[in-house]
């Protein structure tokens, strides 16, 4: 049976309140109420703000696994991902303290009619191809980054291959960027950055090897659990590294992970494949649909997927907050399409465009499942 959805708190107990603490704590102007669990108050006065996001590490796996260590002995509690529970929607909120509503990125594929593709705003590619999107990022990408309204210092660490990404360019501002190329190279960057000056600073630093080796072997891997005890030892010698400096480290996730097994993935029918306008977008979890008749697909696709999929017009998903609080992005209608697949269980649905790899990931995440919802919240001071 399916466990329940875990809906996101966009009110005070989810990832947009915790930027909204962050933001408000040096001086900038939080888009949303802060964190129940984290006021501004309790850290503002620190010198250093480091953040600290490990991409793709789930609540419920930090306390499987995590028993003794330096993350648990700092865990706070959990708090909720922003929907889709995804890395383009999250870090998309992480950089502008806009939630997926407004920022209009709602999964690794988005529809963008600016470019009339179907594309990865992340990477900025369109979906099959190596071709750039083709429009300026500034018409995809219209929410400023946070780190421009700050009173302070920022500094982005984050790895070498994206650090200068069109992407990262445009979400990271006026904030100074850093490149590392492995763990260690994390960690020393993190640390100069917190002694690069003696001013008041947020220190945002992302880590993305947890949520590539999750996909790659599955977050119940034997590869994933020695990583995460490699970043619990990590996150202890960071706190020892940064003793003495007046420093508060925040940590947390983008989003969890789930594993799904061969089984529950589903190619797309050709029968229902023969009635999308485009290829399909978002989340392997929950897909957007863009159909030619919304009745007939829904009607098919219930008939086709009963087993698999709940199939709900996704302007239902809207209706209901999903997507968070706040003014809509003026195309945000059109990015979730006309028709949602919302997989039930472990399931996952996908559809193949010429130019794309033939491969499924074994871990996933863009669901509704507490695994993929629920992230932790870690607080400690040095």
Same mark, same amino acid.
């Given at each position: ?154 500094? @982005?660490?984050? /790895?070498? &291959?994206?650090? =200068?990404?069109?992407?990262?360019? +445009?979400?990271?501002?006026? *904030? %100074?960027? !850093? $490149? ?22 947020? @220190?945002?630093? /992302?880590? &993305?090897?947890? =949520?590539?080796?999750?996909?790659? +072997?599955?977050?119940?891997? *034997? %590869?994933? !659990? $020695? ?22 480290? @925040? ?21 229902? $494949? ?109």
């Amino acid at each position: 049976m399916s466990r329940p959805a875990v809906f996101p708190d966009y009110a005070g107990g989810g990832f947009a309140n915790l930027i909204a603490t962050l933001a408000a704590a040096r001086g900038g102007a939080p888009r949303h109420p802060t964190l129940l669990a984290l006021p501004p108050a309790e850290i503002e006065d620190a010198t250093n703000i480091v953040f600290v996001i490990v991409d793709g590490l789930g609540d419920r796996y930090l306390l499987a696994h995590g028993d003794g260590g330096q993350l648990v002995r700092h865990r706070r509690g959990a708090i909720k991902a922003v929907f889709p529970s995804t890395t383009a929607s999250a870090i998309t909120t992480s950089f502008t303290g806009a939630t997926p509503l407004a920022h209009g990125l709602t999964g690794w594929f988005t529809y963008f009619s600016e470019a009339a593709c179907v594309a990865a705003p992340r990477p900025f590619r369109r979906r099959g191809e190596k071709a750039s999107i083709g429009v300026p990022p500034g018409e995809i990408f219209i929410e400023p980054s946070i780190f421009d309204s700050l009173a302070t210092r920022a500094i @982005v660490v984050s /790895y070498r &291959p994206i650090i =200068d990404s069109q992407y990262n360019l +445009h979400h990271c501002g006026r *904030a %100074e960027r !850093r $490149a590392y190329d492995n763990l260690e190279g994390f960690l020393a960057q993190t640390v100069n950055a917190v002694k690069s000056g003696p001013e008041r600073k947020l @220190v945002y630093a /992302y880590w &993305p090897d947890f =949520d590539a080796l999750a996909h790659r +072997h599955g977050v119940a891997s *034997a %590869e994933v !659990r $020695a990583h995460f005890s490699a970043l619990d030892a990590a996150f202890g010698e960071l706190l020892a590294r940064l003793a003495g400096t007046d420093t508060i480290v @925040v940590l947390s996730a983008d989003h969890g992970f789930i594993d799904c097994p061969a089984g529950e993935s589903v190619d797309l029918p050709p029968a229902l $494949a023969a009635l999308l306008r485009f290829p399909l977008c978002g989340e392997r979890r929950v897909a957007f649909c863009y159909v030619q008749d919304q009745k007939a697909f829904i009607s098919k696709a219930k008939s086709l997927l009963a087993n698999r999929a709940h199939v709900r017009p996704s302007r239902e998903l809207l209706d209901e907050g999903w997507f968070g609080t706040g003014r809509a992005h003026p195309r945000f209608a059109e990015r979730i399409g006309d028709v949602a697949l919302v997989m039930k269980g472990r399931g996952t649905v996908k559809d193949w465009v010429t130019g794309e790899p033939r491969h499924l990931h074994i871990g996933n995440h863009g669901g509704m499942s507490e695994d993929e919802m629920n992230i932790p919240l870690v607080v400690a001071k040095t």
